[in-house]
């Protein structure tokens, strides 16, 4: 699994350099959009019922404060609408960037 190297804040994106070589960026906005958060996403209980996830699906002006890597497999960013909850996984940060071209 590729891991990222370093990461910066550009303007109102994200640049991730990995050790693979990619580069990769992501608009705050985006990323806060795709945070996989319960609370972004929703969760569901043992008999499917499903809680949380019916916010909003954009965030305009929403900007990256600041991150966390987690572990060695995920990164934690915190968000001006005080979001952080939402763990991005290298892999799906990488599909993720595929996905926003």
């Known amino acids: 699994m590729p891991s990222p190297v370093n990461i910066q804040l550009i303007g109102t994106e994200v640049a991730i350099a990995w050790d693979d070589g990619l580069e990769t960026y992501f ?9 996989p958060s ?3 996403v929703g969760e569901h209980d043992i008999l499917g019922n499903k809680y ?4 909003p699906s954009r965030f305009p002006g929403v900007t ?11 990164i934690r960013f915190e968000f001006s609408d005080r979001h952080r909850t939402g763990l991005y996984s290298y892999d799906y940060l990488r599909a993720l960037a595929a996905k926003l071209g």
Do not use: K
């Open 38 to 40: 319960a609370e972004n």
């Open 52 to 55: 949380g996830g019916d916010g």
């Open 64 to 74: 990256v404060l600041g991150w966390e890597q987690v572990g060695n497999y995920a």
């Open 27 to 35: 608009p705050a906005e985006e990323l806060r959009a795709a945070s």
